[in-house]
DNA sequence: AAGTTCCTCAACCGCAAAGAC
DNA sequence: CGTCTTTGCGGTTGAGGAACT
């Protein structure tokens, strides 16, 4: 049978966009709001398929767009967000507000993919984003709506709940859905660091799907967009403790070199963004937002390469009164998962 | 000044998820 | 529960302009 096209292609205007389309366009979202694209260009008297009216709108039209170049700051934001997401410009594009996917991906491509060679080196956080809340979404498809509105009005657990509801989760998939409900992020350890775990699979396939967070198993499926947006929280946290530690785990010695963290998906749940923020209480947490001015974004030629850390880097904040012991703490975690 | 190459970015395309029926 | 429709996403294309020869 196959399937039908979005909308009727013949007789419909291709192209750039003129300011009369525009302005009709813009006039009739004014009026009726956003949604049904299939019968806005009919309703507004457009000779343009709806997908495009949608896309004209979002990339173009819509009042909270920022316009001119992109800052070094966003720049900076969009290698590093880059660096943990891939290629999902819609959830990095989340994160800068008034850019849109299209024009960050267009960015990416024009100006920082060829400088990404520029990321290389360093040793070594290699982060499983299969185990990152968010990190288990193919790429394409939409989020779905429910849990669209539900995440704005803060009702993840309601969301879940209705995921078992439609019986999708069998017992153990829901004690791991209930295990990441508690946790921020997964990270988990490998038994050797020498082996980036994304670079385990072969292929390109495999690559994409390991750091889209697709495993080769076929566990549940997260929410992508709410749990990617705890992830970023995390990771993009308001306040950027810095470790500092040693590269044999015993201290805080920032002289003695880099050091790495390796972390991949052949262990279970767990790792400093997880299990450390989780050690350190809600309260501590603030102190453990990890500083992403330490994400080595030397993660090799390859936007699907596992993430780096140096946290050499880093080094951690202790407030005046002194968190002394937390810092301790943090660094304890971080090298225990490290030695694992 | 003319021709060619390179670069940017708006727009298109196909796929897949989610929701409606 | 299966099929169809709608919507969102990422990859790709190509027009237009800038830079270079």
Not at 176 to 202: F, G, R
Not at 302 to 312: F, T
Request: a negative charge; charged letters at 30%; aromatic letters at 4%.
């Amino acid at each position: 049978m196959g399937r039908a096209p979005c909308c009727e292609k013949v007789g419909l205007k291709k192209g750039r966009w003129t300011k009369e389309e525009d302005e009709i366009l813009g006039r009739y979202i004014k009026e009726h709001g956003e949604g049904s694209w299939r019968s806005l260009p009919k309703n507004a008297g457009l000779l343009r398929c709806g997908k495009s009216c949608r896309l004209r709108w979002i990339n173009y039209l819509r009042a909270d767009l920022k316009r001119g170049n992109i800052s070094e700051e966003e720049e900076e934001m969009i290698i590093k967000l880059h660096a943990t997401l891939g290629n999902r410009w819609s959830l990095i594009a989340g994160h800068l507000p008034g850019r849109t996917d299209n024009e960050i991906k267009n960015y990416w491509n024009s100006h920082l993919s060829r400088r990404a060679a520029d990321f290389r080196d360093g040793v070594v956080v290699n982060v499983d984003l299969s185990k990152l809340p968010g990190g288990g979404k193919r790429r394409g498809g939409r989020a779905s709506r429910g849990i669209m509105a539900a995440a704005k009005a803060g009702k993840e657990k309601k969301v879940k709940e209705k995921e078992k509801d439609k019986g999708k989760n069998k017992a153990a998939e829901a004690e791991q859905q209930l295990k990441l409900e508690e946790e921020d992020m997964a990270v988990s350890t490998p038994s050797s660091h020498s082996q980036p775990c994304a670079t385990d699979k072969s292929g390109e396939e495999q690559a994409q799907a390991s750091a889209s967070g697709v495993t080769s198993d076929d566990g549940p499926e997260e929410d992508p967009l709410a749990l990617s947006e705890e992830m970023m929280s995390a990771l993009l946290g308001p306040v950027s403790p810095k470790l500092e530690v040693g590269p044999d785990g015993s201290g805080m010695d920032s002289d003695s070199g880099p050091s790495s963290l390796v972390v991949d998906s052949e262990s279970g749940p767990g790792g400093p963004t997880g299990d450390v923020a989780q050690e350190l209480g809600e309260n501590d947490k603030a102190i453990m937002d990890w500083d992403l001015m330490a994400l080595d974004i030397s993660t090799a030629g390859d936007m699907w390469d596992p993430l780096v850390w140096d946290y050499a880097d880093m080094d951690i904040v202790v407030p005046d009164g002194g968190h002394q012991q937390q810092q301790e703490d943090v660094v304890s975690d971080l090298f225990f998962l490290d030695n694992m």
